[in-house]
Nanobody, 123 residues
Framework: QVQLVESGGGLVQAGGSLRLSCAAS????????MGWFRQAPGKEREFVAA????????YYADSVKGRFTISRDRAKIPVYLQMNSLKPEDTAVYYC????????????????WGQGTQVTVSS
């Protein structure tokens, strides 16, 4: 059974930092693009960041560019999302996702996803 498991969420003050981790089991994800989406209450799920299977290419939503960093060690798992300078509007459930093709992942069509981890940023 394929499973993605997120961790590292929590409550933090505005301006603070958190690092999310995504562990996987059930399949090798070495050839998969990985990414993070988030969903705030009453809003649609939105793309946050993605990284290619090799770890060479990264993509970010404009809202997090310069503040968040996605990383993985050469096609390995886990995948990390370092979040700095957090803002109250970053409050959401963050989901780790995987897709065989980056273009599908960025378009919101992914093959696997986790249960999510809550990130709450207080003002």
């Amino acid at each position: 059974q394929v499973q993605l498991v997120e961790s590292g969420g929590g409550l933090v003050q505005a301006g603070g930092s958190l690092r999310l981790s995504c562990a996987a089991s059930g399949r090798t994800f070495s050839n998969y693009a990985m990414g993070w989406f988030r969903q705030a209450p009453g809003k649609e799920r939105e793309f946050v960041a993605a990284i290619s299977w090799s770890g060479v290419y990264t993509y970010y939503a404009d809202s997090v560019k310069g503040r968040f960093t996605i990383s993985r060690d050469r096609a390995k798992i886990p995948v990390y999302l370092q979040m700095n300078s957090l803002k109250p509007e970053d409050t959401a459930v963050y989901y780790c996702v995987a897709a065989a093709l980056m273009v599908r992942l960025r378009g919101g069509s992914y093959d696997d996803w986790g249960q999510g981890t809550q990130v709450t940023v207080s003002s």
